[in-house]
């Protein structure tokens, strides 16, 4: 395993976060969603997608761990993976899943530093993301528009 320096950038983001007496803190993670009809929705398709996206852009499969008391980054080899769909009972619990998943805490950067999942409820669904700022920024997320 290759271990590489953090960027500047990267670095920066992580002084950031570590000023901070709680290291949860909402604001390194880049999160969204949405809405699709499952009635016109392929999950299959999307699963195909993702992974293809996941296996030719190097940095979704970004490590951080801590060498020699320095934050070092390496590249994980792609497998790939199934994306987590949960099919809810109800609206409000529907509802609440994606309100839920956009407050929850800050991810590990000792694994991939994204999450992904397909929540759904009756003919309504919604693709949840998350995702560690230390690997992207807010205008290469607005490219996965």
């Known amino acids: 395993m290759t ?83 949960e099919n809810y009972p109800t609206l409000e619990a529907f509802e609440n899943a994606i309100s839920s998943y956009v407050k929850e805490y800050a991810l590990p950067l000792d694994k991939h530093a994204w999450k992904a999942k397909i929540v759904t409820y009756g003919n309504q669904g919604a693709f949840l993301f998350r995702i560690h700022h230390i690997i992207t920024d807010g205008f290469s997320q607005e490219l996965t528009k």
């Open 3 to 85: 271990l590489y320096n953090l960027t500047k950038p990267q670095n920066e983001i992580l002084k950031s976060v570590n000023r901070t007496k709680d290291h949860t803190k909402i604001y390194v993670n880049m999160m969204g969603f949405y809405f699709i009809d499952r009635n016109n929705f392929n999950i299959g398709a999307m699963q195909q997608a993702f992974n293809i996206i996941v296996r030719d852009n190097d940095i979704l499969r970004v490590s951080i761990i801590e060498k020699d008391k320095t934050l070092k980054q390496f590249f994980n080899p792609y497998t790939p993976f199934e994306l987590d769909c």
